[in-house]
């Protein structure tokens, strides 16, 4: 069964930090792309950050140039560093990955359980 498993969240003050994980406990034989998103009380999932197989990165304008999205191949692992948070910025942050799990497989979306990030002074 896949997971993909984040940490990382916590309480934070505005003007913190934060730098989520995101590990997923299989290799996949190839990932489309893997995504950040982020759900507030009583809003939508929102999208948060976009990581590519060729490395390209977009961002929406409400993050661009606060957030960072990257990985570490080597250790299965999807990061948000998260600089100049705002008490906006407070959801459950989910990690999500478009993937093939073997050669012969359909590309198939999958979710992490997320984490609670909560900017407040």
């Known amino acids: 069964q896949v997971q993909l498993v984040e940490s990382g969240g916590g309480l934070v003050q505005p003007g913190g930090s934060l730098r989520l994980s995101c590990v997923a406990s299989?290799?996949?034989?190839?990932?489309?792309?893997m995504d950040w998103y982020r759900q507030a009380p009583g809003k939508e999932r929102e999208w948060v950050a976009a990581?590519?197989?060729?490395?390209?990165?977009n961002y929406p304008d409400f993050v661009k140039g606060r957030f960072t999205i990257s990985r570490d191949n080597a250790k299965n692992t999807l990061f948000l560093q998260m600089n100049d948070l705002k008490p906006e910025d407070t959801a459950v942050y989910y990690c999500?990955?478009?993937?093939?799990?073997?050669?012969?497989?359909?590309?198939?979306?999958?979710w992490g359980q997320g984490t609670q990030v909560t900017v407040s002074s």
């Open positions: 999500n990955a478009i993937a093939r799990l073997y050669s012969m497989s359909s590309l198939q979306e999958y």
């Open positions: 299989v290799k996949f034989f190839s990932v489309n792309r």
């Open positions: 990581l590519t197989t060729d490395d390209n990165t």
